[in-house]
């Protein structure tokens, strides 16, 4: 039972990993065999996890050990531009899955 989990999680990181680094290469075979076309909704699980911890953890953590308003780094405004950048990747990267998504399953259903 060690094992199976073991080797799932493997397979589930390597898929994972394939979809940031080359996306391109990793979806054809996620489309063709069919078994995992459900991680193509990584970005959009991984946003609501980084929404959920943000806002419960890291944004109080940051306030409890910064005075906000007179931090010489600038304050809480760098948390909501990496706020926004990270959102901004991740919605871009959902998009661009789909896309491959949609592309391959019309291409591969000829």
Do not use: E
């Not at 959009?44 to 931090?71: E, G, N």
């Amino acid at each position: 039972m060690k094992s199976a989990v073991y080797s799932i999680s493997y397979s589930l990181f390597q898929i994972t990993q394939g979809l940031v680094f080359h996306p391109y290469q990793t979806m054809q075979p996620l489309v063709k065999d069919r078994v995992f076309v459900w991680m193509c909704l990584i970005p959009s699980f991984t946003l609501a996890f980084v929404t959920v911890a943000w806002r419960w953890a890291v944004v109080p953590m940051v306030q409890l050990f910064f005075s906000c308003t007179q931090a010489p780094w600038g304050g809480c405004g760098y948390l909501s531009f990496f706020s926004n950048a990270l959102t901004f990747f991740c919605l871009y990267w959902q998009s661009m899955l789909l896309y491959l998504l949609f592309r391959f399953k019309f291409a591969f259903s000829s």
